[in-house]
């Protein structure tokens, strides 16, 4: 058996922590911009050079 949790946040690192996908929402209610696979080995860590690289990555992605 396998579950589904949504997770809403603005907090892009708080996202990429838990996530095994990410979808990058646009200003339109409902639209859905981006669907990320999240592929950074676990246990994910803030402070290294991979996970910095794919959280800017996606927050250059936010503002396009």
Do not use: N
């Not at 646009?26 to 981006?34: A, L, V």
């Not at 690289?53 to 396009?64: A, C, D, E, I, V």
Request: proline share 8%; charged share 30%.
């Amino acid at each position: 058996m396998s579950y589904t949790i949504v997770f809403v946040t603005h907090d892009v690192d708080e996202a990429v922590i838990p996530a095994d996908r990410i979808f990058l929402m646009g200003k339109d209610p409902g639209t859905i911009r981006y669907s990320v696979p999240v592929e950074l080995p676990r246990p994910r860590k803030r402070d290294t050079g991979e996970f910095i690289f794919f959280s800017q990555k996606l927050h250059k992605r936010l503002r396009t």
